[in-house]
């Protein structure tokens, strides 16, 4: 069973810092890995999706990037902000048929920057 | 757009009480799914479905029952509630099923909270 952990559960910052948040994944055979963020009370919202055969994706501060072999992503903020306070969770599939429809979600990282 | 809209936002049951938690797309997706979130659990696929009359249990299935006449809704039923059910629940939905190479991103609803005394 694909299993996903992020690390570290919390992270709290000083506005202006970049910072790298971490996914790893147990199952290599992916076809997606997709980075959400949560806000207390709400849904997650999609912030990046990477495809297996691509290494990085970019979105304003935002670049995430994967390495599929060694089962392992960051998501990469720039010059943190106030507003970018939120859970940020990370998700994978597999390629194996029997896992058709079933995407695995990390725990989630609390980032909290501080002005 | 309105994306996904999941309705009711609150809801308080008693034990035993049935209801549906109702989902809705209007992004013609073909993949839509319920997902629960306790604290310390993360989140738990509950059912999905990958087309239009096609379910599929996930990770929590009991309890729960659904079905998808249409492309558009994929409504979530507890049959006869209990404590144990209280929750956030989540819908989603994405172009195509994750484990395809099209799914596309997964889009989530506002989420609905039950609780169940």
């Known amino acids: 069973k694909q299993e996903v952990t992020q690390i570290p559960a919390a992270l709290s910052v000083p506005e202006g810092e970049n910072l790298v948040l971490n996914c790893s994944f147990t199952d290599s055979a992916i076809y997606n890995l997709q980075w959400f963020r949560q806000d207390p009370g709400k849904g997650l919202t999609s912030l990046l999706l990477?495809?297996?055969?691509?290494r990085e994706q970019t979105s304003g501060r935002l670049n995430a990037s994967l390495d599929k072999s060694s089962g392992r992503s960051t998501l990469y903020i720039a010059a943190s902000q106030p507003g970018d306070s939120a859970t940020y969770l990370c998700?994978?599939?597999?390629?194996?048929?029997?896992?058709?429809?079933?995407?695995?979600f990390g725990r989630g990282t609390q980032l909290t920057v501080w002005p | 757009n309105a994306g996904v809209t999941q309705t009711p936002k609150f809801q308080v049951l008693k034990t035993g009480q049935s209801m549906t938690l109702q989902c809705a797309q209007d992004m013609n997706h073909e993949y839509m799914s319920w997902y629960r979130q306790d604290p310390g659990m993360g989140l738990r696929l509950i059912h999905y479905?990958?087309?239009?009359?096609?379910?599929d249990q996930g990770e929590v299935p009991n309890g729960y029952n659904v079905s998808r006449s249409t492309t558009e809704d994929f409504p979530l039923r507890l049959l006869s509630a209990a404590p144990s059910q209280t929750s956030v629940y989540f819908c989603?939905?994405?172009?195509?099923?994750?484990?395809?190479?099209?799914?596309?991103?997964?889009?989530f609803g506002e989420g609905s909270r039950l609780t169940v005394l």
């Open positions: 998700a994978v599939d597999t390629d194996r048929g029997s896992t058709l429809g079933r995407l695995y």
């Open positions: 989603a939905s994405s172009y195509e099923a994750p484990g395809t190479a099209n799914t596309g991103e997964l889009f």
């Open positions: 479905s990958v087309g239009a009359g096609i379910t």
């Open positions: 990477i495809q297996s055969s691509q």
